[in-house]
T-cell receptor, first 115, second 112 residues
Framework: NAGVTQTPKFQVLKTGQSMTLQCAQD?????MSWYRQDPGMGLRLIHY???????DQGEVPNGYNVSRSTTEDFPLRLLSAAPSQTSVYFC??????????????FGPGTRLTVL | SQELEQSPQSLIVQEGKNLTINCTSS?????LYWYKQKYGEGLIFLMM?????EEKSHEKITAKLDEKKQQSSLHITASQPSHAGIYLC????????????FGTGTRLQVTL
């Protein structure tokens, strides 16, 4: 299994540009999440999904869109990039369930710089 | 997040010494997850704790969750250079592993 994969690894955007961060997992996980990591602030949840066709907002959703058309893929879209979105973005997936019996598995991250 | 406090923020220890990292939650924990992050890389899962008083060990790393399920500690015995990195605790406050709240991390350096 490849686990959780993310592309690209690095990206530089200009203010106002749009782009999509790709995330895929091959573990048949129902739950997928997007986090951003900023210095001194830890990881913060942007959006999450509990299954194909179901998404919801996390702690910092403004400026980002997500969709989940398949179990495997969970892309994150930046509609109009701003310098405040400069960060490292992590995608994660897990089996789910209540209570969860497994942890989240994280991708390697995408380092985004917005000029 | 103020819901989850991690301490210390950074730690420098000599190789062979023991160390402890703490994670304190303002809410009851349904699950507490410990991760390690190498600089510039993704998160590597270490351990998950769910029951009050639970303790888990892997090699030289031991994690505990207190009886009240609001505090966890990560203890490394006889530290090695390979232990260096950032240690993050993630809290499940809502019975949903997809929505973890993370601490700000502890940066560990191990000197020779």
């Amino acid at each position: 299994n490849a686990g959780v994969t993310q592309t690209p690894k690095f990206q530089v955007l200009k203010t106002g540009q749009s782009m999509t961060l790709q995330c895929a997992q091959d573990m048949n996980h129902e739950y997928m999440s997007w986090y951003r990591q900023d210095p001194g602030m830890g990881l913060r949840l942007i959006h999450y999904s509990v299954g194909a066709g179901i998404t919801d907002q996390g702690e910092v959703p403004n400026g980002y869109n997500v969709s989940r058309s398949t179990t495997e893929d969970f892309p994150l879209r930046l509609l109009s990039a701003a310098p405040s979105q400069t960060s490292v973005y992590f995608c994660a997936s897990s089996y789910g369930g209540t209570p969860p019996t497994d942890t989240q598995y994280f991708g390697p991250g995408t380092r985004l710089t917005v000029l | 997040s103020q819901e989850l406090e991690q301490s210390p923020q950074s730690l420098i220890v000599q190789e062979g010494k023991n160390l402890t990292i703490n994670c304190t939650s303002s809410k009851t924990l349904y699950g507490l997850y410990w991760y390690k992050q190498k600089y510039g890389e993704g998160l590597i899962f270490l351990m998950m704790l769910q029951k009050g008083g639970e303790e888990k060990s892997h090699e030289k790393i031991t994690a505990k969750l207190d009886e009240k399920k609001q505090q966890s500690s990560l203890h490394i015995t006889a530290s090695q250079p390979s232990h260096a990195g950032i240690y993050l605790c993630g809290a499940d406050h809502r019975r949903a592993a997809s929505k973890l709240t993370f601490g700000t991390g502890t940066r560990l350096q191990v000197t020779l």
